[in-house]
């Protein structure tokens, strides 16, 4: 799988929307101080299904739609786009070229696409769990990202290694289920009540 292109429009300091196409091999992205380059990385990583504003260096996660200059009104919407050749089939069940859309209105509101059609958050972050390529995995390393993997707690380090393995997948499906049972039990334990009060 290969990442072909990365649209960024009204996210950070991209107002007009700006397609970066990459080509087979490595790409270098260079500019002075300033001028966006981690907006770039950081636009990657919210279109992976980046949940947290703080990471993303903002309050709140609306702060990502470009706030105004002293030329140009701040706008109220951002969309950032990735479009992905799959056609060695990395990503199963999906097919060759994946469209991954994400969009966020001023008043919070949010909107996910595969393809063009709507999904949710979970369907973007479950699409490339275990796959080395989420929003938290090791193929985007942020600045001072090494410095941090080195001081994090043992339990933090140990879910990254989780993540390179491949058992994350199963641990969250798992407490997923455990969750669920949870619920299932109370639910069990008021019919079961109920039917007490009735004998
Ligand atoms: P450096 O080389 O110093 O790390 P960089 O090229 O990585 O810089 P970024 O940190 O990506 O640059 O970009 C910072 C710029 O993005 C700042 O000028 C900041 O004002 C602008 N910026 C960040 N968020 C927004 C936003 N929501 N609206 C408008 N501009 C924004």
Redesign the pocket.
Known sequence: MRLKALTLNGF??F?DKTKIEFQPGITGIV??????????I?GLRWVLGEQSAKSL??GKMP???????DTRAKLNRAEVEIELDNSDYFLKKQPAQIVITRRIFRNGESEFLINGKTVRLRDIVDLFLDTGLGKESFSIIS?GRVESIFNSKPQDRRSLIEEVAGVLKYKKEKSRAQKELEETTSHLNRVADIITELY
């Open positions: 950070k300091s107002a500019g002075p101080n300033g001028s966006g380059k981690s907006n770039i950081e260096r903002g702060d990502v739609i470009f706030a105004g200059s600045q």
